[in-house]
């Protein structure tokens, strides 16, 4: 039997915080196994499933953030569920929007849940799924940050995240976390151009959308005139006679 347990605050003021992101991923875990976590005990809403031929303990600690190890501690106790089959999911400021981090064991990393965890259980032995929230913006309180609502392209990235997380979690039970490792812990694709020019376009900034939008169109040109005006036998000098053996 596996602990999956998702940090976050309770609340509804906490509901779409960065801080959250432990309990958004246990409510997709719980919509693909068709179950529920309301129920209260062990100082956390909880809920059961089944991931491959695993049955697991779904859990979303209500003790605040500070205090996610009394909980843990509490539901490990009482299913008798070792650190090693423990796997928490959280947030991470060090991590870009949207990248994962596996790690099958470790220290806190600053992280006040993480340390707490830690403190309870006596073990840094269990597992963890850490999602990149970004860093803070430049001038902002740290826990303006992690406690402020996803809007927009923020949320919409971040909810993508979610459901690969669920992803990860999911191959940690049925192939083993280096499985998962080797898997998802890859940084995030940067956006293309056209992601950029939406972006200048969305902020009434049209020049510089042009510029990014034209971009690609125009290294696409570029190529194609210089393919056209290239001597007779480079192509096959520069990238071989691609007709011979054909």
């Given at each position: 039997?596996?602990?999956?347990?998702?940090?976050?605050?309770?609340?509804?003021?906490?509901e779409?915080?960065?801080?959250?992101?432990?309990?958004?991923?246990?409510?997709?875990?719980?919509?693909?196994?068709?179950?529920?976590?309301a129920?209260?005990?062990?100082?956390?809403?909880?809920?059961?499933?089944?991931?491959?031929?695993?049955?697991?303990?779904?859990?979303?600690?209500?003790?605040?953030?500070?205090?996610?190890?009394?909980?843990?501690r509490?539901?490990?106790?009482?299913?008798?569920?070792?650190?090693?089959?423990?796997?928490?999911?959280?947030?991470?400021?060090?991590?870009?929007?949207?990248?994962?981090?596996?790690?099958?064991k470790?220290?806190a990393?600053?992280?006040?849940?993480?340390?707490?965890?830690?403190?309870?259980?006596?073990?840094?032995?269990?597992?963890?799924?850490?999602?990149?929230?970004?860093?803070?913006?430049?001038?902002?309180?740290?826990?303006?940050?992690?406690?402020?609502?996803?809007?927009?392209?923020?949320?919409?990235?971040?909810?993508?995240?979610?459901?690969?997380?669920?992803?990860?979690?999911?191959?940690m039970?049925?192939?083993?976390?280096?499985?998962?490792?080797?898997?998802f812990?890859?940084?995030?694709?940067?956006?293309?151009?056209?992601?950029?020019?939406?972006?200048?376009?969305?902020?009434?900034?049209?020049?510089?959308?042009?510029?990014?939008?034209d971009?690609?169109?125009?290294?696409?040109?570029t190529?194609?005139?210089?393919?056209?005006?290239?001597?007779?036998?480079?192509?096959?000098?520069?990238?071989?006679n691609?007709?011979?053996?054909?």
């Amino acid at each position: 039997m596996y602990l999956i347990a998702g940090l976050g605050n309770p609340g509804d003021k906490y509901e779409n915080t960065r801080h959250n992101v432990g309990f958004h991923v246990i409510d997709v875990l719980a919509d693909r196994m068709r179950t529920t976590v309301a129920e209260k005990k062990h100082f956390a809403l909880t809920g059961r499933g089944v991931i491959g031929a695993e049955r697991v303990i779904l859990a979303k600690p209500q003790t605040y953030m500070n205090n996610s190890g009394q909980s843990l501690r509490a539901i490990a106790d009482f299913y008798k569920i070792p650190p090693e089959d423990i796997i928490v999911i959280s947030d991470d400021i060090d991590l870009e929007e949207g990248q994962l981090r596996i790690r099958l064991k470790g220290s806190a990393g600053g992280h006040n849940g993480l340390k707490s965890i830690i403190a309870h259980l006596g073990s840094q032995d269990f597992k963890r799924v850490r999602v990149g929230i970004g860093g803070k913006p430049e001038g902002w309180d740290l826990a303006d940050y992690v406690l402020g609502q996803l809007k927009g392209d923020d949320r919409e990235t971040m909810e993508k995240a979610y459901r690969t997380a669920a992803d990860a979690v999911e191959t940690m039970v049925t192939e083993g976390g280096e499985a998962a490792m080797t898997r998802f812990n890859k940084k995030p694709k940067k956006k293309k151009k056209a992601a950029e020019a939406q972006k200048a376009a969305d902020a009434g900034n049209e020049p510089e959308a042009t510029a990014a939008a034209d971009a690609g169109s125009k290294l696409e040109e570029t190529a194609a005139a210089a393919e056209e005006n290239r001597p007779e036998g480079a192509a096959a000098e520069a990238g071989g006679n691609t007709s011979a053996g054909a």
